[in-house]
C-alpha cells in the first residue's frame, strides 16, 4: 500500500505519536509546528508538501535505507528550535559515504517529534517514508531498539548539527559504545543533534521494523480529535486503540526532574481524584515504572503515558508541572520487544531497575 | 632525501621531540617505549623495522596523505598505555572513507610522543614519514597548526579508540568545531584517542608543513646524548642549535595544576640559583608565558622547555615536580608561527592573554 501525507494530516499523527511517546521522544508540538511550517513553504512555492508513505513489504530486499531521527533530552529539544537542513545533510553524508543513494527513510521511533523529524527529511530529500518504526514506541537511548536488539549494526551512523557539521561513525564494537559516543557529541552539539542511523538493507527492515506504527499513531490521534468532538472521553477511546486501558485519573502532587547526562530524569507522584490513592511514575525521557501505593501496576517495555484528563492532549516529560489534572494510560509493549532477548535491552533491568519484574499486560499493541 | 630510521634513533629523537615539546605532546617516555616494543617484535619475527623518511619536496603534488596523532591531555596519556593499532585504524578508515591509498604519514605535531606516533602507525602500514610537520613545537589544540592557518579545512578526520572504534568527521564548519567535538570524544574515549588529520595532497603539504623538523629533533636530541658523554652543557648545545639561549637555570618552588577540560592547565613558579630572581609560566599543556619577576620574558609561539639541569632531559608537564632543578630554554618559533594570520591562532591572545603581546625572540628556530 502506498499513500500520501499531507498537512491535514500532520496533527493526528503528532497527537497519536505524543501518545506512544509515553512522556519522551521529543516534543510534538515542536515537531508538528516545523513541518507544517515547511509544508506551508512549499506550497507557497507551488512545489510538491506531501510525504509518500510505504509499507515495510514494498521494500526492495537489496535497497539501502536509514532511519532518521533527532537525539536529546526533551527538556532542551523544547527551548532549541532546529535550524532546518540537519537531518538532510545526514542523510547525504551517508550517501557520500556509502556512494549508494538511499530508497526510503525509516522511522527509528514513532513516540513523540521523532515521529515526525523522517517526514521532514522526506519533504527535503523526496524520499518515501516506511510506515513502520523500530520502537513502536519512544525509548531514552540508541540501543534500545529492534535493530540493536536483531543484532543490526548501528555503523555506519551520522550525527549532525545544526552548523553543517556532520561527523560519520565509522566502525563500533557496540551499540551501547555508539549511545556513549553519540551522546557526548550531542551534548556538545547543543543537547540535540540530527541522527541517521541505522542503515539497512530492505530485508533488514522487513525483518526487524515493528510494521503500521505511523498508521497506528494517526489513527490514535485522529480517535483523540474525533473523541473531543463527540464528546467522548480521549483518554479510554485512545487507551483501547492500544489495547489497553485507563490506568489512573488524579493530579501531579509532586515532581522531581532533573536534565542530567543528556537525559531528563526523575519521578512524580499522583493523587487520585476522591479516593486518594497515589500513583508514583518514574522516568528517564520516557515514564518507566509505575507504582499504585507502593505496588508495581505497569513498567516498560508495556507503555505508561500521561494525557490531559480534559482533551487527550498527551504529556511529554518536558511539559510535567504540579497540580497537573491527568488520565494515566497503561497500553502493552509490541510482542517485538517482549522476547526474554528484547527484555535485556528494554526491560526494567535495562533501565537500573533490576529487582522490578516484567509482567506484561495482557495483549500486544498491535 | 630518502633515509630509514632504525630502533638506534629513537632515543634522540625523542630527547629532541621532547625539547621541541615545550612541555607537551605527550609523554616522550611512553611514546618511546612504545616504538621500541614495535621495532623489536618486528625484528624477533625477522620482519622490517625500519621507517623510511622523506622529504615533503618529494611528495608527488596529486598524492593523498594524511597526519597522524594522539589526543588528549598528557597527564592522562602518560597513565593510560595506548593498545597498538588504533592509529593504523583511523588511517585505514580514511582510505575506505576516500575509497583512494594514503601515499605518505604526516608528522602534525613534533613536539612530544606526536612525533612518534607517526612512526608507529608508519610501521604498521608500511606508509613513510615525511620529515616535517605543521607545529615545529607542540600546541594543545587542533587548529594551532600550520593548516588551519593556512585555511586547509579539518575534514575529512578520524578519531580511533582502543576498541576499533573510528568516528569520521565528515563536514566541519570551523577548526574551532573540530577541536570542541573532537575533545568531548576524546574524554569519552578514556581521555587519549588516535587522530587522523588532516587530509592533504602533496601540493598542501608542501605549501604548509614546516620543512626539516624531525631531523631537528633527532640533531638536538643526539646533541644531548653527545654533551652528556663529553661533559658539555647540554642545555646550552641544544638551545644554540635553536637559535635560542638558557633562560634560566634555578628549582620549581611552586606548582598549580590541574586536568581539566582535557588539558592540563596550571602555572609553576621558579627560584634562580643563587640570585633568587623570580621566573613564573604559565602553561596548558605546553609552556605559554615566562615572567621574570613579574616581567614578560618569552611568550608563545617562540618555545619554552625545561630540561632536567644534570643531564638536558626535557621535562613534560605531566612530569613537574617540586624541587626540580631545571634549566629554562628559550627558543624562537618557526617563520611560519610568526605571520600576522598565525598569531591569531598561536599568539598569545589565543591562549586567553589578550593583554600580552608577542615579542618574538631574534632568529628562527630554522
Redesign the interface.
Known sequence: MERYITIEDIEAIAIGAGILGTGGGGNTYMGRTWIEHEMRQRMARGEPATVRIIDADHLPDDSVNVAVSTMGAPTVSNEKLAQGMEMY?TVR?LE??L?HPMTALLIGEIGGSNSIMPLIAALQTGLPVVDADAMGRAFPELQMDTFSIGGVSHAPM?LGDT???????????TTY?AE??AR??T???GGSAALAMPVVSGAQAKQHLIHGTLSLAQRMGAAVLAARKSGDDPAEVVAALGHGHVLFRGKITDLERKTTQGFARGRMTLVGFGDGRKLDIAFQNENLIARLDGEVVATVPDLITLVQLEDGEPIGTESLRYGLRVAVLAMPAPKELKTARALEFVGPGAFGYPDVAFAPMAGDLL
Open positions: 545533510n553524508a557520500d559515504y556512494k551520522a552548523h553543517g557539521n556532520v561527523v560519520i561513525f565509522h566502525s563500533l564494537d559504545r556513549q559516543y557526548v557529541l551534548i556538545s552539539m
